[in-house]
């Protein structure tokens, strides 16, 4: 059975950091292409990085480009998303998502492609 559960969301004061996980099970996370994706409260949902097959090819959003990082830990079967100099226009639920062909990553952030599992999301605020 195919599961994503994300973790780490919380809340922190801009300028600060989160690190995000997603751990995965029943399929391993260096085959699939993983997606980060974040929804703010009255807008649509966006994606923010990905990383993406045997080679890890990653690519992000330009609003996150030089502030978050994604990484993986095939032994651990988890995705990370490292996030720097949060803002509060980063303030969203965060998911993670998994597409079972590794296409590119920019495509996947740029919304080309349907993600195949969804996990149920963390929330991540940026507040004082």
């Known amino acids: 059975q195919v599961q994503l559960v994300e973790s780490g969301g919380g809340l922190v004061q801009p300028g600060g950091s989160l690190r995000l996980s997603c751990a995965a099970s029943?399929?391993?996370?260096?085959?699939?292409?993983i997606g980060w994706f974040r929804q703010a409260p009255g807008k649509k949902r966006e994606g923010v990085s990905c990383i993406s097959g045997p080679d890890g090819d990653t690519y992000y959003a330009d609003s996150v480009k030089d502030r978050f990082a994604i990484s993986r830990d095939n032994a651990k079967n988890t995705v990370y998303l490292q996030m720097n100099s949060l803002k509060p226009e980063d303030t969203a639920v965060y998911y993670c998502a998994a597409d079972s062909v590794p296409r590119s990553a920019r495509g996947v952030v740029r919304g080309l492609y349907g993600m195949d599992y969804w996990g149920k999301g963390t929330v991540v605020t940026v507040s004082l």
């Open positions: 029943g399929f391993l996370v260096g085959d699939y292409a």
